[in-house]
């Protein structure tokens, strides 16, 4: 990794191989590892993503000296054969508007289109950046997220089964049963905890976005799952390097898991049923006209 030294990378190379490398031997296979990661971050996107899944964590990375957080940003796409594909890996040094603009504007200018509906976390910045570069595509609010910043909205001592009612609003068979369960909660629990009730009824209507689509991809796109658990692959890994000597070192390493994952991802069975959408597309134009 740039900023580790080579008698260190020898060493760890070394002791996996079972056998002795030269410098310039490790030099070698990093630069054919530096050439290949960079291929896969540039490579066109000629195909069109229906849906993109956005998020980011963050590493400690060392910077002049100082230790600081540095974001991780990453798009899933899934494409119209029904498969997962990593589309970007790249460091920021923190969340906003613009950092989240420029990755998009990135996957844009690798060819990124048809786009039509995007899962993220409520972070103002990425939400702002969506509604400029992607601005054609619906917006799901990840439901889990929204369920954890419930609590922000509760007495610590609240009755769990308010927040029980919430979650099974994402687990109805349409909107319509949705939207009727939301409103007996609203009037159930107003009295109660009318800060809560104020901000569900202000902010809910994001997280119900999935509704849109056919009910066999509810529970894939309602949420950021699936990027989670990439997230939690990523920490097992990074967690054993701890603190970065600096975002390239950082950006490797994420990318070659990345990499990884993307080839499973290909060489594994669809992850959805994409006829399940154009059916559903197709009764809603008949619906429509």
């Not at 009318?194 to 796109?221: A, D, S």
């Amino acid at each position: 990794m740039q900023g580790v030294s080579t008698r260190k990378v020898k060493a760890i190379t070394e002791e996996l191989c079972g056998h002795a490398f030269s410098a310039s031997a490790i030099s070698a296979i990093n630069k054919r590892l530096d050439e290949s990661l960079d291929a896969f971050a540039k490579r066109p996107l000629a195909e069109p993503f229906p849906y993109l899944i956005l998020d980011a964590r963050y590493e400690k990375v060392r910077e002049g000296g100082v230790v600081m957080s540095q974001a991780v940003l990453i798009a899933i796409g899934i494409d119209w054969d029904g498969r997962r594909q990593i589309l970007a890996v790249e460091m920021a040094s923190r969340e906003s508007r613009s950092s989240w603009k420029d990755f998009l504007l990135g996957l844009r200018r690798r060819g990124l289109n048809g786009v039509e509906f995007v899962v993220a976390d409520d972070h103002a910045g990425l939400r702002a950046a969506v509604r400029e570069v992607l601005a054609e595509a619906a917006f799901q609010r990840c439901y889990i997220h929204f369920l954890r910043n419930a609590l922000d909205h509760l007495p610590r001592k609240a009755d769990d089964d308010c927040l029980q009612e919430l979650r099974w609003l994402y687990d109805r068979r349409s909107i319509e049963e949705a939207r009727q369960d939301l409103a007996a909660s609203i009037a159930k629990w107003g009295a109660r905890y009318p800060k809560l009730v104020g901000w569900v009824e202000e902010t809910i209507e994001e997280t119900l976005t999935f509704y849109r689509l056919p009910r066999q991809h509810h529970k894939h796109l309602k949420s950021t799952n699936m990027l989670e658990r990439l997230n939690e692959e990523i920490k097992r890994r990074t967690h054993v390097v701890r603190i970065f000597p600096n975002a390239d070192a950082c950006l490797r390493l994420v990318r070659a898991l990345a990499v990884e994952t993307h080839e499973n991802w290909l060489e594994a069975h669809r992850y959805l049923n994409m006829n399940d959408l154009r059916e559903h597309k197709k009764t809603n134009l008949r619906q429509a006209a």
